[in-house]
């Protein structure tokens, strides 16, 4: 399966094809994939991302699916890449990761069927859909802060084309150790039809990233960690979290909380019922 990355080469951003361990560019150029500046594989005109979709995720908050999927939007300005770092911003405490495969729009596509979205995909790339959780109550359910703050959407190593999606393993660690383990096949919709339901009102454009969810067990990280998401046959994308420079303004906007809810939603949903406040996270 052809694997394509972007990367800065001698200070220009070039697209090249993973050849083993070297990446080589059109002109003959060739690099070290370990020793690359990597780059977001793709560059989308948007980023839309499904709420719920993997059965194990419904099942770890007890709750149910709606009868469609749901959606949020992270803008592009919070695009990263593989072995960018993650800015937990000072003064934020929930910060978690949340493994996927994102699906990447090969051509103009605007009211297809779902049996034809397929035609309409270039390939697919690792994901991993940040969310800071502490924004949770402010953003009236649009998820802006929350999920679109910048570096929060690290897409890669490459976009690998004639990938087939159905029966592949997404597995999530955090410093070596696996925290997610899930599969493509527990998802309620799949990508051809995430493609088709986006794609009666508004039209993806050539580039355009839609993330197709996480399975159970998405958590905090703190600086120092080291995040690494796995899907079968895209490769591994590696991420670290560092504390941002400066805090969070507080004479603008509403504060970072930790309400019921930002702590059931970072926890799993599950802390509450054991009638113990979970500890912070430095």
């Known amino acids: 399966m052809p694997e394509y990355r972007r990367i800065l ?15 080589v560019a059109a002109d003959g150029r060739r ?81 297809v069927a779902p049996a034809a979205a397929g035609d309409y995909i270039a390939g697919y790339t ?3 859909d940040f969310g800071l959780h502490d924004f949770r109550d402010t953003d009236a359910g649009s998820m802006l802060r929350v999920k679109g703050s910048d570096t929060l959407c690290p897409l890669g190593p490459g976009l690998v084309t004639d990938w087939d999606f159905r029966g592949k393993y997404l597995r999530t660690y955090v410093n070596g150790t696996l925290v997610q383990d899930g599969s493509t096949d527990e998802m309620e919709w799949d990508m051809h039809y995430l493609v088709a339901d986006i794609a009666r009102t508004i039209t993806l454009h050539p580039g355009d990233v839609l993330l197709s969810g996480t399975p159970a067990n998405s958590r905090p990280v703190k600086p120092g960690d080291t995040v690494e998401v796995e899907a079968e046959g895209l490769g591994r994308l590696t991420n670290h979290v560092v504390t941002g420079p400066t805090p969070i303004r507080t004479d603008v906007g509403a504060q970072p909380t930790e309400s019921e809810e930002v702590l059931s939603t970072a926890l799993g949903g599950d802390w509450e019922f054991r009638g113990i406040r979970p500890p912070r996270r430095s």
């Open 9 to 23: 080469l001698d200070g220009a951003a070039v697209q090249v094809v993973r050849e083993g361990d070297e990446l």
């Open 31 to 111: 690099v070290q994939a370990d020793a690359a500046q990597h780059l977001p594989p793709v560059e989308p005109t948007k980023v839309i991302a499904v709420h719920l979709n993997h059965r194990s995720r419904v099942e770890e908050f007890q709750t149910r699916l709606p009868p469609a999927p749901t959606y949020f939007h992270k803008p592009t300005s919070s695009l990263n890449a593989h072995k960018g770092a993650i800015v937990r911003p000072e003064g934020c405490t929930w910060l978690n990761y949340e493994g996927e495969v994102a699906i990447v729009i090969g051509r103009t596509c605007r009211n």
């Open 126 to 128: 690792v994901a991993n």
